[in-house]
T-cell receptor
Framework: DAKTTQPPSMDCAEGRAANLPCNHSTISGNEYVYWYRQIHSQGPQYIIHGLKNNETNEMASLIITEDRKSSTLILPHATLRDTAVYYCIVRPHNFGNEKLTFGTGTRLTIIP | KAGVTQTPRYLIKTRGQQVTLSCSPISGHRSVSWYQQTPGQGLQFLFEYFSETQRNKGNFPGRFSGRQFSNSRSEMNVSTLELGDSALYLC????????????????FGSGTRLTVV
């Protein structure tokens, strides 16, 4: 699986948009970008994923650059409950490839 | 619908003992994966089971093993426990893999926190 690089920590004011970057310069053509988050002492929670187009769901938006070498997860109106470690993961959609390779993630702290 | 259920939530064992952890996936999910999370190594993939067969395996010693039952429930076993096995053990389920697991990815349980003393 391709590796990802994320800043170790970020702060964001409550109510503002939180923009979390991820670098995945070695991503292959068949690999998707996934984002998960982990709130303290809980299991990781799926947020969003995409291949090359921008994606949006009820939780967040995912912006993938045209060359697919980096992406940004956007939480449009951050709340205190968004304080968590955010993981950016790339993996192919191959049947039988049921493995997520987690990096160190970004610890996002929402400031009141 | 019910999420992924892991039991027990907390466990304390002594070095040299063995332990069995249980995971009940979301109804209809056939793939169950196990992960170990420690402060030093982060989240690491242990293995994945699908239709009662181990399909993928991470880089862990043979003391770590697992199995899956016909109802997709899974157990993992750690024998001859070491202090370094103290960790949060997470289970994740998905439908079956490939495109079918794409939309929602994996659903994780809350984990079993194992402490080895």
């Amino acid at each position: 699986d391709a590796k990802t690089t994320q800043p170790p920590s970020m702060d964001c004011a409550e109510g503002r948009a939180a923009n979390l970057p991820c670098n995945h310069s070695t991503i292959s053509g068949n690999e998707y970008v996934y984002w998960y988050r982990q709130i303290h002492s809980q299991g990781p929670q799926y947020i969003i994923h995409g291949l090359k187009n921008n994606e949006t769901n009820e939780m967040a938006s995912l912006i993938i650059t045209e060359d697919r070498k980096s992406s940004t997860l956007i939480l449009p109106h951050a709340t205190l409950r968004d304080t968590a470690v955010y993981y950016c993961i790339v993996r192919p959609h191959n049947f039988g490839n049921e493995k997520l390779t987690f990096g160190t993630g970004t610890r996002l702290t929402i400031i009141p | 619908k019910a999420g992924v259920t892991q039991t027990p939530r907390y466990l304390i064992k002594t070095r040299g003992q063995q332990v069995t952890l249980s995971c009940s996936p979301i109804s209809g999910h056939r793939s169950v994966s196990w992960y170990q999370q420690t402060p030093g190594q982060g989240l690491q993939f242990l293995f994945e089971y699908f239709s009662e067969t181990q399909r993928n395996k991470g880089n862990f010693p043979g003391r770590f093993s697992g199995r899956q039952f016909s109802n997709s429930r899974s157990e993992m076993n750690v024998s001859t426990l070491e202090l370094g096995d103290s960790a949060l053990y997470l289970c994740a389920s998905s439908l079956s893999g490939g495109q079918s697991s794409g939309r929602s990815g994996y659903t994780f349980g809350s984990g079993t926190r194992l402490t080895v003393v």
